[in-house]
Nanobody, 124 residues
Framework: QVQLVESGGGLVQAGGSLSVSCAASGRTFSSYTMAWFRQAPGKEREFVAGISWSGGRTAYADSVKGRFTISRDNAKNTVYLQMNSLKPEDTAVYYC?????????????????WGQGTQVTVSS
């Protein structure tokens, strides 16, 4: 089972950029489809972006398409989320998730490994 640790969250003004990272333990990272989810206070956890094991396929929520970019470096066991043109509604705890399957799922229940989350706050 892979273990995940996020980093890089923080406070940024609307329109700004921020990058978050997720470091994974284990030698089988390249076998996992990875994703970022987020959860705002009082709301359900929602899919943000996902990337296939090779990085060849990505998927994004409509709300972040064109602003966020997911990428991975299998040599470093790390997945990244670059967030540009941030909006106050992007404020949430961002979670990294992994599943040992070739498909990018958008449902949190289909992921079986989670990080502890990192707070991203966008001020208006």
């Amino acid at each position: 089972q892979v273990q995940l640790v996020e980093s890089g969250g923080g406070l940024v003004q609307a329109g700004g950029s921020l990058s978050v990272s997720c470091a994974a333990s284990g030698r089988t990272f390249s076998s996992y489809t990875m994703a970022w989810f987020r959860q705002a206070p009082g709301k359900e956890r929602e899919f943000v972006a996902g990337i296939s094991w090779s990085g060849g396929r990505t998927a994004y929520a409509d709300s972040v398409k064109g602003r966020f970019t997911i990428s991975r470096d299998n040599a470093k066991n790390t997945v990244y989320l670059q967030m540009n043109s941030l909006k106050p509604e992007d404020t949430a705890v961002y979670y990294c998730a992994a599943r040992r399957d070739i498909t990018i799922a958008t449902t949190s229940a289909r992921y079986n490994a989670w990080g502890q989350g990192t707070q991203v706050t966008v001020s208006s």
